[in-house]
């Protein structure tokens, strides 16, 4: 959605995935305080991605954050490519960059 901040999702719902059966853990971030956020001056943002604990892999992300289109892409190839969250946490990404911000928020 091309709001500002960008408002992005990609997965599955926190409700789709437990009506599936998966064993959900959900990681919810509030990101607003974060340096890649402060240094422009957003103060809202924040991150929800589900993981299925039994294979550690994404089913599904949701993000409020500048730049963040450009994040859920990330989570959207690791989704396709069943990424585990261990080896998208082994990334190395640019900092002071969003993508920096994705180890954190796994």
Not at 51 to 70: F, K, Q
Request: aromatic content about 6%; glycine content about 10%.
């Amino acid at each position: 959605m091309f709001t500002i901040p960008e408002l992005t999702r990609v997965g599955l719902l926190e409700t789709e995935a437990l009506d599936a059966g998966i064993d959900l853990d959900v990681r919810y971030t509030d990101t607003s305080g974060w340096y890649s956020n402060y240094r422009i001056g957003e103060t809202a943002a924040a991150a929800k991605i589900l993981i299925d604990r039994a294979t550690d892999t994404i089913v599904g992300a949701h993000m409020l954050g500048p730049e963040y289109g450009e994040l859920i892409n990330i989570c959207a190839l690791a989704i396709k490519l069943g990424l585990t969250t261990r080896q998208l946490k082994s990334m190395n990404a640019a900092y002071p960059t969003v993508g920096s911000d994705l180890g954190s928020m796994l």
